[in-house]
């Protein structure tokens, strides 16, 4: 499948150069692409579903390598892989509907004994697993004391190539690849969609006479006020101008446009106008499994202002930025520098840059995101609805198997 | 220190007045003659305060003017005057090309400012003459007289529509309506029977220890509001169309009309027929920017660029004016002169030339007729910019000087003693407190420090620049901010000197923030609830390394403090130019709002300033030491004697 592998390799450098901007553009690109490896895939007979997985990973490790800043690329693989797994379960277990639970317990306890690279489980088991780890417990698994290593992710494997596979299971071969592709399909619509879900709850939270606060380019924000407008709201929005990007007068320009009051002040202004605003509203670049923000660079800063003003700060986010990460010093290391042109002339710099004796060496530092810890944060809104910070670990659960938040 | 508060005293209750006389036009002019007299001598006279006994500012029907009723011009023509006024400018002026617009453009702006001399109608003028009786006013009370004194003072004798107005806010708008028939019910001499009345009643009221019994105002309102029920009611969008439409005097205003109109230092600019009235007596044609920002109404937002060349017109029409006080106007205009101390110290220095050159007139007291040009060189700074609170502590040093000088000095005598005590408050309280909060602040510094800066403030340079002599190893992050992008000169000067420097912008400052190990910043003003009050941006580096636990130490000379308390960014402050936002410069691809400027739907806010709340500052570095914010006003309050002083 030589297409399909020129096509990754394509999108990867894209990544690289940083062709694609923003989160959402990235995500579908990512999405088709996995879309079709998936469909070019050879599928043996027997284990269909972790050879699907593994091209996939094969795929999304070089993506994600590719530009592990933008957050968004790994979370549509592993989405994927959900999509794989999930389709692959519901299959077995409509197979093994009749099995013992029990037997495949045992069965679990000698695989892992014999300490098989992918230790095998009986469908039913991974069902079960599924099922705490994905719905919540039922009384009837509580009770009846379901192996606790089915969640542990070193079982990350399908239970596609237990011993009880059977000759029915050979006839489910087209049907798992058909059903991935609908429901990498749907992922695809879900991802599209996101802005007109988020902006439905605009009314909800836009009053009449509202002042907000923006920053940063997002067309979810965008989306948003426009859906409280079309409503008959009227209210004003602060746009930052986003140095030295300057996002912000692009968002300004299309508010305009749509017929909305708003006005540029520069980012050194957000301190002075925080405290006549009545929300602010932005878009995130990724949000990380603790509930913080990974957002346009100088959101934490309106963050902390809004905070010292108690003004809410509410983060739009599709799901495909859910992230199911734990950040770890994410100011430095999900970050990414930008050109020091943007912010200084090098024609007129340039004798500065004379590191020789005598005089000082000059850096630039001019970093593209911003992380807003988590206690900032006063609600998101996610296509799903509106959620609290210290939720959002839950919710990003609901996306992703355990099994493949290390990919 | 009276020349700023004083006005603040009564300025509040003035705005309202001129509400409600918009539209009084009969006793406007009784108003006028009545008032007329006392700024002239008031004002002439200000600071020796025993020269103006309260009543001395009574008022003598003897001396009244006669009422300047005639010309006018509508608004729409004036339009086209300005445009003429700005067409006439000579384009060999050195400014005008620092500017991105052709002088022409004044045409499409609205005209209201212009002096054109187009005679319409004369009904709407009285309207306008009020408004200069309560500016006399305001000029009577500016002088050092207490200001709580004066104010009863003129409450009592005022005619009945002052009266009236002074006595508060309830009865305002019935008389908006009514006024216009007072003139109708009382004559000549009702009023006067009137007057004596009220002189009675100032009398007792002086026996009473200067205190009017609030029932004597009161009452009187009352009566004058009976007096003045039955009448026609006119709509409010009338007079504030006939205030628009306030017009020149006949033959250009005096330099004292300018003088006593002088624009205050806070005035509140979303009160339209003040801002007519500044208007008419300003020296400098601002352009009033359409398109605002509705919540900073009450600040001046000007056209940038069309001044310069309509100043220059009309330089030698302005006679009064010092070319040394002119050009340290037009530097401020033009952006030449910017930051705390260089605008404070340039701005004495051309007073010093204007005292030099000072020569008194005859039959004139220099005391007083200094003090009344050195206003009129103020009011023309003002209105090329707002002055900052330095510049305002300065002013009022200055004032107190002249006012404190002996009269037994001779004038050459006295002028040197001006321009010693000015050259002693330059290097005291502006060069020598720079080299003190330095030694002071060197001492914070150690080796392997990562010191933070924002914008470019002259004081934490030669900290910078003398810790680096010490031979101490440190390195600076210059934060900066659009659109002035004042670190970038900053960070020049460093390297040049061998110092290591990391450049960025204000939205990174979380990102650095990590590797900081102090904060240093510079102030505009610090007042006296401990807000600093500075270059737009220093809150948000204050409040970010407060955040990451940073301490923030922050540089600022004794004379920059003021007793002033204010708590948000937004009461007051200074508007930039706005299309400063909309162009960036050096970045041609960042064009979205091309085209865009006009319309209604976006606004551009450039603020100049912001207020930094005190829990963000660690420490203030300043000539009397290194203290908390707290202890803000105990300085202000302690030195503030010496400082007049010095």
């Not at chain 2, 617009?101 to 319409?120: E, I, L, N, Q, Y």
Request: proline fraction near 6%; charged fraction near 20%.
């Amino acid at each position: 499948m030589p297409d399909v592998q020129s096509m990754v390799a394509e999108f990867v450098n894209k990544l690289r150069k940083r062709k694609i901007e923003g989160s959402q553009a990235t995500a579908k690109c990512t999405v088709e692409l996995l879309r079709s490896v998936i469909s070019h895939q050879r599928v043996p007979h027997a284990n269909q579903a972790a050879a699907l997985i593994d091209a996939v990973k094969a795929v999304g490790q070089q993506l994600v390598a590719a530009n592990p800043v933008e957050l968004a690329v790994g979370n549509v693989v592993r989405r994927v892989l959900h999509i794989i797994r999930e389709e692959d379960l519901s299959l077995t277990t409509a197979a093994m509907a009749g099995l013992d639970l029990l037997d495949a317990s045992d069965d679990d306890d000698i695989d892992n004994c014999k300490g098989i690279g992918y230790p095998a489980m009986s469908a039913a088991v991974v069902a079960a697993a599924a099922r705490s780890t994905l719905r919540p417990p039922s009384l009837q698994t509580l009770l009846e004391g379901t192996p606790e290593s089915a969640t542990v992710p070193y079982t990350s494997s399908s239970g596609a190539d237990s011993e009880s596979k059977t000759a029915d299971k050979s006839s489910l071969t087209r049907k798992l690849k058909h059903d991935v592709i609908e429901g990498v399909n749907q992922l695809i619509h879900e991802i599209s969609g996101c802005h007109e879900q988020i902006a439905e709850q605009a009314i909800e939270h836009i009053h009449q006479n509202e002042v907000i606060l923006t920053l940063g380019s997002s067309r979810t924000v965008l989306e948003f006020l426009c859906a409280a407008k079309e409503k008959k709201r009227s209210f004003r929005v602060f746009v930052a101008e986003g140095a030295p990007r300057y996002q912000g007068h692009l968002l300004a320009k299309e508010l305009v446009a749509r017929g909305l009051q708003t006005t540029v002040i520069t980012d050194s202004a957000v301190f002075a106008m925080i405290s006549r605003v009545n929300m602010v509203i932005i878009g995130a670049h990724a949000v990380m499994a603790n509930g913080g923000v990974i957002g346009p660079v100088g959101v934490n800063m309106a963050a902390l202002a809004a905070k010292k003003h108690a003004v809410p700060f509410v983060v739009l986010a599709g799901s495909h930025k859910l992230c199911p990460l734990y950040p770890h010093n994410p100011e430095v290391l999900l970050n990414e520098l930008r050109s020091p042109s943007e912010l200084l002339d090098f024609g007129e710099f340039s004798d500065c840059l004379d590191f020789g004796a005598g005089s000082g060496s000059l850096q630039v530092v001019n970093p593209t995101f911003d992380y807003v810890p988590p206690n900032l944060v006063s609600l998101f809104i996610t296509d799903t609805g509106g959620h609290n910070p210290s939720y959002m670990y839950r919710l990003i659960a609901d996306y992703y198997s355990a099994d493949d938040l290390v990919m | 220190m009276e020349s700023r508060r004083n006005p603040r005293a009564v300025v509040d209750p003035k705005v309202r007045q001129v509400g409600f006389f918009t539209s009084s036009q009969p006793d406007s002019s009784s108003t006028q003659q009545q008032t007329e007299p006392i700024s002239a001598s008031a004002s002439a006279s200000s600071p020796p305060v025993s020269t103006i006994s309260p009543s001395g500012n009574s008022l003598s029907p003897v001396m009244i003017p006669p009422p300047r009723l005639n010309s006018s011009d509508t608004f729409p023509l004036r339009n086209a005057a300005a445009g003429a006024t700005s067409a006439v400018s000579p384009s060999s002026f050195s400014y005008s090309n620092r500017r991105d617009f052709p002088d022409g453009s004044t045409t499409a702006s609205p005209g209201r400012h212009s002096r054109g001399s187009f005679v319409k109608s004369s009904a709407p003028v009285a309207s306008s003459l009020p408004g200069i009786g309560m500016d006399s006013m305001a000029a009577a009370k500016s002088s050092s007289v207490p200001a709580s004194g004066l104010t009863t003072v003129s409450v009592v004798t005022m005619p009945p529509g002052l009266a009236e107005n002074a006595s508060g806010m309830e009865v305002q708008s019935d008389q908006k309506k009514n006024s216009k028939s007072l003139k109708e019910k009382t004559t000549k001499a009702e009023r006067r029977a009137i007057q004596e009345a009220q002189r009675a009643a100032k009398a007792a009221a002086k026996a009473d220890g200067g205190k009017v019994p609030p029932g004597t105002s009161a009452s009187l309102a009352s009566t004058s509001v009976k007096v003045a029920k039955p009448a026609k009611p006119s709509t409010q969008k009338n007079e504030v169309a006939v205030s628009a439409g306030v017009t020149e005097k006949k033959g250009g205003p005096s330099e004292k009309d300018r003088k006593k109109d002088a624009p205050h230092p806070r005035m509140q600019y979303d009160d339209e027929s003040r801002v007519v009235k500044a208007k008419r007596r300003a020296v400098v044609k601002q352009t009033e920017a359409k398109n605002r920002v509705e919540l900073f109404r009450h600040l001046p937002q000007y056209e940038h660029g069309t001044q310069l060349p309509d100043l220059e017109a009309k330089f030698f029409q302005l006679d009064p004016m010092h070319p040394a006080v002119y050009k340290v106007g037009l530097q401020y205009l033009s952006g030449d002169i910017s930051g705390g101390n260089a605008r404070c110290i340039a701005m004495l220095q051309a007073f010093q030339d204007v005292i030099k050159d000072y020569s008194t007139p005859p039959e004139k007291n220099l005391n007083r007729d200094m003090t009344s040009k050195i206003s009129s060189y103020v009011s023309f700074l003002i209105e090329c910019r707002p002055l900052s609170i330095s510049m305002g502590n300065a002013i009022r040093f200055v004032k107190n000087r002249i006012a404190k000088l002996p009269i037994t000095l001779s004038e050459s005598e006295a002028k040197a003693a001006l321009q010693s005590d000015i050259e002693r408050f330059i290097n005291d309280k502006i060069i020598g407190a720079d080299m003190v909060i330095v030694k002071h602040a060197v001492t914070k510094i150690r080796d392997g420090d990562v010191l933070l800066t924002y914008g470019s403030p002259t004081a934490v340079e030669m900290i910078l620049l003398h810790a680096h002599e010490l031979k101490k190893k440190f390195r600076v992050l210059v934060v900066d901010s659009r659109p002035k992008l004042e670190g970038q000169l900053l960070l020049r000067r460093l390297i040049k000197r061998g110092i290591s420097c990391t450049y960025t912008h204000i939205n990174a400052i979380s990102y650095i923030m990590h590797e900081v190990t102090k904060v240093f910043l510079g102030a505009s003003s610090v007042l006296s609830n401990g807000t600093v009050y500075s270059r737009v941006g220093t809150a948000c580096v204050a409040m970010v390394a407060s955040a990451f636990r940073v301490p923030v130490l922050l540089c600022c000379e004794a004379y920059k403090f003021h007793e002033r308390v204010q708590l948000d960014s937004i009461c007051s402050n200074e508007l930039g130019d706005p299309n400063a936002i909309s162009k960036v410069h050096g970045r041609e691809d960042i064009n979205y709002l091309d085209g865009l400027t006009n319309n209604a739907n976006l606004q551009f806010l450039n603020l100049m300033y912001d207020a930094t709340p005190s829990d963000y500052i660690s420490m203030i570095i300043t000539d009397y030491g290194m203290v908390p914010p707290t202890s803000v006003p105990v300085i202000v309050r302690e030195y503030q004697k010496e400082h007049l002083l010095v």
